[in-house]
C-alpha cells in the first residue's frame, strides 16, 4: 500500500469513527480563542478494535518504510494520548517501551521517563496522537536527549499540516516527522467520495489555505490576538 493509500485509508477510518468533526456553519472555538469548522479527537479510536488495528499495521508498515525497524530501538509514548499508540506500535514492532511525563512525578525517583534504558545511545521514536504546530514535542524530545536517548524521528497519526510553524519546530528540533495522514487528506477523500455537501467541502478548503483568516471571517480571534 503506498502512503497516499494509507493517508485516505486513515481519513476514511477517522470519519467513520466520528473522531474528526466538521461543521461550518457551527464553527468550533480551540483554546487560542480562534473558531475552525473543524474538530479532531484521535483519542476516540483507541475504542474501535477493528479500525485501530488496521491504522497501527499500516503504522508499523510506514515506519518500517520510512525509518526502518532495524533503526529503532525503543518507542516512546508522551502523555497522555500518546500512550496507548505507543504501545500499539512497539508491539508490532516488538521493540521496548517508554513513556515521557510532561514534567517529573515530584515523587520516589522523580522519574520523566517511565520504563527501563539503561544503556545512553538507543535510538527512540517519540509517538504521538497528532500535531498541529508541534510546540508541544519539545518537552519530550528533551526528556529523551537529557537521559541519553537519540532522537531523530517522531510519529503521528493526525497532522494538521496547514501550520508553517509546525515544519519549523520540528526542523529546528532535528526532527523528521511521520504521519498516517493530514487534513488535506480528509479533504481528497471527502471529495472523491461526497462525504459532505459542496458548502462544507468548501468552507473546508478556505480553512486549510488560511486558518487565521477563516478564523476572523468567523468571529474568532487571529494571529495578533489569538492567546
Known sequence: MSHKEF??????????????LINAK???TYTSGRVGPVYIDCRRLISFPDERQVLMDNAAA??????GIENIDMVAGGETAGIPYAAF???????????????PKGFGRMAQIEGCMEDEGKNVILIEDLQTDGGSKQVFINALREAGAVVKHSFVVFHYAIFDASIKNMESLGIQLHALTTWWDVLDYAK???VYDEETLTSLEKFLYDPVQWSVDHGGKGDEDAA
Open 7 to 20: 493517508a485516505l485509508n486513515t481519513a476514511k477510518i477517522l470519519i467513520d469513527t466520528k473522531s474528526i
Open 89 to 103: 506500535i512497539a508491539e508490532r514492532l516488538n521493540k521496548p517501551m517508554l513513556y515521557v511525563r510532561k514534567k
Open 26 to 28: 457551527d464553527p468550533f
Open 192 to 194: 472523491e467520495n461526497s
Open 62 to 67: 510506514l515506519l518500517n518504510e520510512k525509518v
